[in-house]
């Protein structure tokens, strides 16, 4: 299963964390933008032209120590078709260097709906007699308060082209526990939610211990995090809230298993803007990125040790 490519590439990297790839101008260096707009024109094109330039001098930065990105859709969307071009590029570049790629878009539907976006992002469509891979995602991010009509399509995905999903529990937002912490006959809504993806994974299980369907539990609640760890055995995690949310490799250890294995750690502002904050970033953000991915790396393997199968 997918969950176990990931996992491969952790244990290959000595490093259980993903690289959230949400690029807005202001994240990129001027020098960069402004280069872009005199190529490609000063609005969507030339944004786009920025994206995919930073974006590939970050994957090629930290392509061997980081195991996976996450690129997020909405980031892309905003840029238009060009943007979602840029979205299809940046896939397959990191998929080119060797990386695992999460798109994060929260999906959410059911029936032709849910098919459709699971197509579109991890599997593939017939066109006459040709099938085409539309994106080609390793794994999705998903909502799964519609139930079960909302999953049920994924899994079938997951199955037949060897993906993963990562499904909404416990989310690093302030305002999550509005709801994710009402109580279900004494259960949190989002202990209910972690229960339903230890079912969902039964079907899809891969050869490292754990299922194609993944949850989200968010860095900033780490009491909850550690709790979900214990009763969701054979769920892998997607942890955000570290860094700029105000989590930490200590907030986070609680998300892993005695192999130091169950998470990857996301962190998104806290390696893409790193230049910002170093005297020559400006000149080489790239290397800002790197340097900062491998803090992160040694800061979280602090409260771990080493990873192993």
């Known amino acids: 299963m997918s969950m176990d490519t990931l996992i491969q590439r952790i244990v290959q990297t000595q490093n259980p964390t993903v690289v959230g790839l949400d690029p807005m101008l202001e994240y990129i260096p001027e020098h960069i933008v402004s280069e872009a707009f005199a190529k490609a024109g000063e609005g969507l094109a030339g944004a786009a032209e920025a994206v995919w330039r930073f974006n590939t001098e970050i994957i090629d930065a930290i392509c061997d120590i980081v195991p996976a990105v996450k690129p997020q859709a909405a980031y892309y969307e905003r840029l238009g078709w060009q943007g979602v071009r840029i979205l299809y590029e940046t896939i397959a570049y990191a998929h080119k260097k060797g990386m695992y790629v999460i798109t994060d878009g929260k999906r959410n539907d059911i029936g032709s709906t849910m098919e459709a976006y699971a197509a579109a992002h991890l599997g593939r469509v017939k066109l006459g007699q040709k099938e085409c891979e539309p994106f080609g995602a390793d794994a999705l991010t998903v909502n799964g308060y519609l139930g079960s009509d909302g999953i049920k399509p994924l899994l079938a995905i997951c ?83 570290y860094g700029a949310q105000g989590g930490g490799a200590a907030d986070v250890a609680g998300a892993f298993d005695r192999r130091g294995l169950g998470a990857v750690i996301n962190n998104s502002r806290g390696i893409i803007t790193a230049w910002k904050k170093t005297p020559d970033g400006v000149r080489d953000h790239a290397k800002a990125a790197r340097q900062a991915a491998l803090a992160m790396k040694e800061d979280i393997l602090s409260y771990l040790g080493s990873i192993a199968l």
Request: glycine content about 12%; charged content about 25%.
């Open 159 to 241: 199955r037949e082209y060897d993906k993963g999903i990562f499904v909404l529990v416990k989310t690093s937002n302030p305002s999550s526990g509005e709801l994710q912490d009402r109580l279900i006959d004494t259960k949190p809504v989002y202990e209910v939610m972690g229960g339903m993806c230890e079912a969902w994974g039964q079907e899809v299980m891969g050869r490292h211990g754990y299922s194609a369907v993944g949850a989200v539990v968010g860095a900033t609640y780490p009491d909850q995090l550690r709790a979900l760890r214990e009763k969701l055995p054979h769920t892998f995690f997607l942890v955000p809230g």
